[in-house]
T-cell receptor, first 115, second 112 residues
Framework: SAVISQKPSRDICQRGTSLTIQCQVD?????MFWYRQQPGQSLTLIAT?????????ESGFVIDKFPISRPNLTFSTLTVSNMSPEDSSIYLC????????????FGPGTRLTVL | AQSVTQLGSHVSVSEGALVLLRCNYS??????LFWYVQYPNQGLQLLLK??????LVKGINGFEAEFKKSETSFHLTKPSAHMSDAAEYFC??????????FGAGTRLFVKA
């Protein structure tokens, strides 16, 4: 298993600004994922961030808008850049410690409101 | 293409009644299947998972799910609902790759 913490837990930001979300895992994991969960909706994968390689972004998400860092096997950051109200959402960090199609573990999420 | 369909965005049951949350998957190969629960203002927590062993899988908090290949289903059940079961439930599937596909979610309401 894995225990994940995220900072901040919530924030209210002005449009045009940027916010960096931190994700800390209590063990070393290779596979890390960032998701967006808009109000009342399911999870949408933003990108996969594996240590030692560039993040892989899903269709509709670009590095300029959502730059990701993965400096080591226990930590990652996601930045939401040049925010607009449409970016208001919950952002979730997730890891998969095992191989293949093993269980994913999720952080508590960062609730972002953009005014 | 792989997909997960959860029937019913909202399900309401009385306390003590049977809980049944439906999930169907579409996949060219047998997937690994998961049920996650999300309580308000929290991340997702694994309830149970199917990984090609026993077709009836028991999870935490009295939940279980049965994999039926002929019906491509993985429905979640609990014999007797408790108020604390009120939450959002997500079915998910993975065929061994990087991506886990999540269903749209079902919000469970439990009435006293």
């Amino acid at each position: 298993s894995a225990v994940i913490s995220q900072k901040p837990s919530r924030d209210i930001c002005q449009r045009g600004t940027s916010l960096t979300i931190q994700c800390q895992v209590d063990s070393q994991v290779t596979m890390m994922f960032w998701y967006r969960q808009q109000p009342g909706q399911s999870l949408t994968l933003i990108a996969t961030a594996n240590q030692g390689s560039e993040a892989t972004y899903e269709s509709g998400f670009v590095i300029d808008k959502f730059p990701i860092s993965r400096p080591n096997l226990t930590f990652s950051t996601l930045t939401v850049s040049n925010m607009s109200p449409e970016d208001s959402s919950i952002y979730l960090c997730s890891v998969r410690p095992g191989q293949g199609a093993d269980t994913q573990y999720f952080g508590p999420g960062t609730r972002l409101t953009v005014l | 293409a792989q997909s997960v369909t959860q029937l019913g965005s909202h399900v309401s049951v009385s306390e003590g009644a049977l809980v049944l949350l439906r999930c169907n998957y579409s996949s060219s190969v047998p997937p690994y299947l998961f049920w996650y629960v999300q309580y308000p203002n929290q991340g997702l927590q694994l309830l149970l998972k199917y990984t090609s062993a026993a077709t009836l899988v028991k999870g935490i908090n009295g939940f279980e799910a049965e994999f039926k290949k002929s019906e491509t289903s993985f429905h979640l059940t609990k014999p007797s609902a408790h108020m604390s079961d009120a939450a959002e439930y997500f079915c998910a599937a993975n065929t061994g790759g990087f991506k886990t596909i999540f269903g749209a979610g079902t919000r469970l309401f439990v009435k006293a």
